[in-house]
């Protein structure tokens, strides 16, 4: 199995298609979330959940933090849906 492509903001612009009006580089629009597979509010929250249990109180969750668990969500969407035998219509 292919060790997917992390996202990288050329990624997300290949995806969306944004491009600008000039015919220079491609525009990106604000607010393109590095993280769209995950809702960073919650994961943040349950990852300091977890953590309290832990003898060092953390108090932040770093933005590469919150990129790797978006690269196990997509990675495992793509183990999921290649793991599915070629026929039927549902995952």
């Not at 944004?18 to 220079?24: E, L, R």
Request: with cysteine; aromatic share 4%; net charge positive.
């Amino acid at each position: 199995m292919q060790k997917p492509e992390p996202v990288t903001e050329e990624v997300i612009r290949e995806d969306l298609s944004v491009n600008s009006d000039d015919g220079g580089e491609p525009a990106v629009a604000r607010g393109i979330s590095k993280t769209p597979l995950i809702n960073r509010e919650h994961v943040r929250a349950l990852l300091l959940d977890l953590a309290k249990a832990r003898a060092h109180k953390y108090t932040r969750v770093s933005e590469e933090t919150l990129l790797t668990v978006n690269e196990i969500v997509r990675a495992h969407c793509v183990y999921h849906v290649g793991r599915f035998p070629s026929k039927g219509k549902t995952l």
